[in-house]
């Protein structure tokens, strides 16, 4: 198997990003991570940020960016990312109300293609980061399909969260084959759960601003956890990440319980040096 690139979704330790950005970023470099994917700044500038990844020999590979910040600011907020140094941007959630079934979807679609051209003249590359939502299925295709079809490949590509396309009881593996030489970046997420599909275990708001209904934890036994705790099968995830043509790959743990946050991406780092990572 290849040696992946192999970083860290930062909204994974957001808790100690807040506190001091600088030691979290060492802390995460001593563990033997060497790529970031921030998930907010903090009021840091791009210079700010960038001294502290130079500093420590870390890379910002990308960010969680909803892409309504590019079309307010256009070239601006482009060059803050930029001055990071990321290759991609990625999209980190796009609810239901703007998706294929939906009456936003065809503004959606032009929105996200005019950022995607704006990043693309800058030397950025769009991503999508799914939830599991997205594999409810709208005239036979789910509509994560639905977007990858509706926006090429060249302004849109992959950024598939394993997690969520497990929970929503599909092969995550598999899922990643379909987008092999689309997939750029994977995800890497563990959990535990007792009823895979039961709908979203995370607040999903509406077009009326109001929270919907969400499945409970004691309806699913729904718990994030480090890699290699829970019930994914990463050696297959892996493999098919190589085959996809995938270059790198991102932990993240949405929420931690009996483990600090920091405790809990060390855990996964060194599980996936167990599997030659």
């Keep these: 198997m290849k040696k992946f690139k192999v970083g860290v979704q930062l909204y994974s330790v957001r808790d100690e990003m807040e506190k001091d950005m600088y030691g979290t970023l060492k802390a995460i470099k001593e563990m033997g991570y060497d790529y970031v994917e921030f998930a907010g700044y903090f009021d840091k500038t791009a210079e700010e940020i960038k001294e502290m990844l130079d500093t420590l020999s870390l890379e910002a590979v990308s960010v969680h960016q909803n892409y309504g910040w590019f079309l307010q600011e256009g070239q601006k ?32 679609v032009e929105d996200i293609k005019k950022v995607a051209k704006l990043l693309k003249d800058n030397g950025i590359t769009m991503l999508y980061h799914n939830h ?3 594999f409810e299925k709208v ?6 399909d639905w977007l990858y079809e509706t926006i090429p490949a060249d302004l849109l590509q ?5 997690c969520w396309v497990h929970y929503a009881g599909y092969d995550p593996a598999q899922y990643l084959l379909k987008y092999a ?26 077009s009326d601003g109001k929270e919907e209904k969400k499945a409970s934890k004691e309806e699913t036994g729904f718990k994030f956890a480090p890699c290699g705790d829970g019930i994914q099968n990463f050696t297959e995830i892996l493999e098919a990440a190589e085959k996809a043509g995938a270059e790198y790959v991102i932990v993240e743990q949405d929420q931690t319980y009996e483990l600090p946050s920091l405790e809990a991406v060390k855990k996964s780092r060194e599980y996936l040096k167990t599997l030659g990572q």
């Excluded at 482009?78 to 503004?107: C, R």
């Excluded at 005239?139 to 994560?144: A, I, P, R, S």
């Excluded at 992959?158 to 394993?162: M, N, P």
């Excluded at 030489?181 to 607040?203: I, M, N, S, T």
């Design 77 to 108: 907020a482009v060059d803050y990312i930029k001055t990071l140094g990321v290759q991609y941007s990625a999209i980190p959630w796009m609810g239901p109300e703007n998706h294929k079934g939906a009456p936003a979807f065809e503004q959606s």
């Design 132 to 134: 599991d939502f997205e």
């Design 139 to 144: 005239d036979g295709k789910f509509k994560l």
């Design 158 to 162: 992959t950024e598939i969260d394993t």
């Design 181 to 206: 030489g689309r997939a750029p970046v994977v995800h890497l997420k563990d959990f535990v759960c007792e009823k895979l599909g039961a709908g979203p275990v995370y607040a999903l708001i509406g």
